[in-house]
C-alpha cells in the first residue's frame, strides 16, 4: 500500500468553522512539510517539522514520528483557505521525500 | 531573495517529440528535486541530486527521461520521445544544506502531449 496516506480527500467547511486535516504513514519518518496548492498551481509552504507542533495564524500542525501521523488544523476558515493540502514525508538516511495524494478543501460562505 | 524558477512555463508537444526543463534552485540551495504531478494527483519525485551526484533516480522512466545537474548548481530534466502519458506538470524544488531538508517549490511546467 500507499507509504502516505491523508485524509480526509476531501472536506467542505463553512466559513469561521475549523478542521483537521491527518497524514498517516506507514515507517517512521525523519521529518514532515504541509504544502497548499493554491489556484495557480503554486505549492505554498506551510509549516516543516522534524518534532513536535508549530503554529502560525490559524493554523496549527503537530508530528508525532512515533505514533506515525502529522496533522494540520484549521481553525475560523476563510473562503481564501481553499484548495489542495499536501503533506510530504522524508525517509531514510538520504531524506527521500514522498507525498501523500492531498485533500481538497472548499470552504463555503 | 530569489525563489526556485523553472522554464519553460508550458510545453504542448505531439507524441515522439524532445522537451526539455530547466531549474535554476534557490542561490546556495544543495539538494535539487524533480517532481512530475498529474492533474489532480500528489507530487511523485522522479530524481533528486545533492549537488551534482544523484541521490534516488529509482522513479525515472530512464528509456525515456534522463536529468542532470553538472556543477551542483541548475538542472536539466530531458524527456527524449514525449508519450500522452507524460501529460503533467513538472516542478523542480531545492532544499538547503544541513539537517533541514525543507523543500521549496518552483512554479513548475505545465506539459501536455497530444
Known amino acids: 500500500g500507499d507509504q502516505v496516506e491523508q485524509s480526509p480527500s476531501a472536506l467542505s467547511l463553512h466559513e469561521g468553522t475549523g478542521s483537521a486535516l491527518r497524514c498517516n504513514f506507514t515507517?517512521?519518518?525523519?521529518?514532515v512539510q504541509w504544502f497548499r496548492k493554491n489556484s495557480r498551481g503554486s505549492l505554498i509552504n506551510l509549516f516543516y517539522?522534524?518534532?513536535g507542533t508549530k503554529e502560525n495564524g490559524r493554523l496549527k500542525s503537530a508530528f508525532d514520528s512515533k505514533e506515525r501521523y502529522s496533522t494540520l488544523h484549521i481553525r475560523d476558515a476563510q473562503l481564501e483557505d481553499s484548495g489542495t493540502y499536501f503533506c510530504?514525508?522524508?525517509?531514510?538516511?538520504?531524506?527521500?521525500?514522498?507525498f501523500g495524494k492531498g485533500t481538497s478543501l472548499v470552504v463555503h460562505p | 531573495e530569489a525563489g526556485v524558477t523553472q522554464s519553460p512555463r508550458y510545453a504542448v508537444l505531439q507524441e515522439g517529440q524532445a522537451v526539455s526543463f530547466w531549474c535554476d534552485p534557490i542561490?546556495?540551495?544543495?539538494?535539487l528535486y524533480w517532481y512530475q504531478q498529474p492533474r489532480d494527483q500528489g507530487p511523485q519525485l522522479l530524481v533528486y541530486?545533492?549537488?551534482?551526484?544523484?541521490?534516488?533516480n529509482s522513479q525515472l522512466p530512464s528509456d525515456r527521461f534522463s536529468a542532470v545537474r553538472p556543477k551542483g548548481t541548475n538542472s536539466t530534466l530531458k524527456i527524449q520521445s514525449a508519450k500522452q502519458g507524460d501529460t503533467a506538470t513538472y516542478l523542480c524544488?531545492?532544499?538547503?544544506?544541513?539537517?533541514?531538508?525543507?523543500?521549496?517549490f518552483g512554479p513548475g511546467t505545465r506539459l501536455t502531449v497530444l
Open positions: 524544488a531545492s532544499s538547503p544544506p544541513g539537517q533541514n531538508y525543507e523543500q521549496y
Open positions: 515507517t517512521t519518518m525523519r521529518a
Open positions: 517539522l522534524a518534532s
Open positions: 510530504a514525508v522524508t525517509s531514510g538516511g538520504n531524506y527521500k521525500p514522498t
Open positions: 542561490s546556495g540551495h544543495d539538494t
Open positions: 541530486f545533492r549537488d551534482e551526484a544523484v541521490i534516488d
